[in-house]
């Protein structure tokens, strides 16, 4: 977490440190990122930036809060309904709020679907424990199998692999559309996805 000296600085100079770290880190990555080119992009004494942040690791953790609070604000008036929603109402839901960052900020879309894709990077900064993506999506099918909503058949892991690889890839393809073309059309096709799996996975009485 930064440092009380941190919160303490007027919000100009916290801001322009933060677009300077997402722009490094979106750029090239955790493990490419310098944080001399932080210091550099924000204009700060090197030594300052110590003063705010333990180290690299500390900043990176900070946008990953930054992150999470958005995709959460992005889901305000929902999330007490999750409970009572279906695996596939949920990825409705998460497909919506991961299109919706990709277009408010590529940036911030790439450094978490970077953190996604790589499992060692996200134990490394969040700990061995840290939830994934394919953990919490296996966690939802296995909650629909025992509810039978889901067909007894249907992997979770494999399943959801499947499913964070696709997300990936829809994310990349917002991010990369510059003229504001392909978002719809990408929505349109994560939710064709979804209805695919949705008649698939869904436990019929024959297939039993």
């Known amino acids: 977490m930064p440092t009380e000296t941190f919160f303490n600085l007027p919000d100009e100079k916290k801001e322009r440190i933060i677009e300077a770290a997402v722009d490094e880190f979106a750029e090239n990555g955790f493990e490419n990122a310098k944080v001399n080119e932080i210091v550099r992009k924000s204009s700060i004494p090197k030594g300052s930036f110590y003063q705010y942040f333990r180290d690299k690791s500390d900043i990176f953790k900070h946008i990953l809060d930054i992150v999470f609070e958005k995709k959460m604000q992005m889901m305000t008036g929902i999330r007490d309904s999750l409970e009572k929603s279906s695996i596939f109402e949920i990825l409705r839901i998460m497909v919506g709020a991961g299109i919706k960052m990709a277009e408010d900020d590529p940036r911030l879309s790439k450094i978490s679907d970077d953190l996604v894709a790589n499992k060692s990077l996200m134990n490394k900064i969040l700990g061995e424990y840290a939830p994934s993506s394919n953990d919490l999506i296996s966690s939802l099918i296995k ?66």
């Open 143 to 208: 909650r629909g199998k025992d509810s039978g909503e889901i067909a007894e058949w249907v992997d979770p892991e494999m399943t959801a692999k499947l499913i964070t690889a696709f997300m990936l890839s829809l994310s990349e393809m917002v991010r990369s559309d510059s003229e504001g073309m392909i978002s719809e059309r990408a929505r349109d096709k994560y939710l064709s996805l979804i209805k695919l799996l949705e008649y698939g996975m869904k436990r019929r009485v024959d297939y039993d």
